[in-house]
């Protein structure tokens, strides 16, 4: 492989995984190309509720792989050097009867056991944190300090023109329609404006990855994992702490819903978990999410709702990212996860440095392509 000056590398895919992994390989003096089909954002980045954070993440493996991603936020932001929405705050949820609380307690307690900062809270906390919060019934409630929320469409645009700043080339609506590798080492990235030569290609196309893959030979099959998270227009500030919300169903058949106020007063409301299924993108669902939310925050009386059209989360079958080179095609680099947002300023360092260097990260061992093959 050449020295990483010489090392000519195609990233395919401009979200925020594409985008920190070329940001990162740029910093590295490799001479990176970026393909984007539309633009940063257009994939799973622009959909994303986007809340950085480690709790529910199991194994513990994966958990630690968050959570020192969590870590990395801070300086990843500084590198950019750019307002990106960063805001730290932690994450306060309840539950409004006991089997909901008896989960909540069991998932506080195993994550305290790895040394996570969570701990159960009372209705008193709630009110001092969250002045504007009306809980109703809170049996058990719960706050992780160190949790945060992003805007990953923003960090991927910044990280584009990072990359142009370190010399690098940016081509935005630029499919890639094939990828060949020949027996000389060389590899073809056929895209729509043309061919493009380099010595390696980094996938990092979110759901377009197992076409791709499929290109050069390789299985990466994918899970279909559709959600919805919808906007409000701007409001004055309702969440004066927290980075994000997790409230309870108001009746039988609901779902929980999670909320996050950015930094131009826009709020972001989704239903159920981070893994739950959406399709519905209608007006009608935007307006009874967000009169879910307004029964717990009435300062968002006459807030409009603004659906958002349905997002499909990145997903390999077993959950867990796959990141590395491929056994079967060693030029093309894979990067494919959920929490992308959470795990992008870490695994853009790792990834950048093994394409680089081509040194293994023991820390991605757990996330290989080959335990699919
Ligand atoms: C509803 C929802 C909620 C989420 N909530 C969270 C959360 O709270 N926290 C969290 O950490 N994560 C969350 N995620 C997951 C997170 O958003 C993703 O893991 C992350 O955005 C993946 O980034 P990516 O860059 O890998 O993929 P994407 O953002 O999908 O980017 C891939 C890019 O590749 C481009 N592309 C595709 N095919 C081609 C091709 N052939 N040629 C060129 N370009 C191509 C696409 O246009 C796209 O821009 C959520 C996702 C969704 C949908």
Redesign the pocket.
Known sequence: MPNSENLKVTV?????????IAFHLSRLGVNVTV???????????????????SFGKEPRHYHDL?RRSMDTWDRFARLLDAEVGLKWGGHLTWASNEEQAEGLREQVQRVQSWGYNARMVDEKFIKSLEPGLEPDAVTAAAFTANEG?VL??RV?EICMDRVRLNGGRVHMN????GIQTTSGGATIVE??GGPIECDVVAL??????T??AAFVGIDLPQQV?????IKTDPQPIILRSVA?LYCPPISDGQQEI?VRQDIDGVLMI?EGS?ESM?LDASQSHADDLLSRATHYMPALKGARAIPVP??????PMDDLPVVGFAKQAPSVYV??????????PLIGELAATEIASGAKMDVLEPYRLERFQ
């Open positions: 395919v895919g401009a979200g925020i995984v594409g985008a920190a393909l984007e089909a539309e633009t940063p954002g257009a994939g799973a980045s622009g959909h994303s509720f986007a809340w950085i954070n968050n929320h990953p469409a991927a630029r499919k890639v329609t895209t729509t990092c196309a979110g759901l377009g990855n076409e791709l994992s559709p959600g919805v998270v994000a999670h989704g981070q959406a349905v997002g499909y989360r990145p997903l990067a494919l996860m959920h929490s992308g947002v959470t795990l992008a």
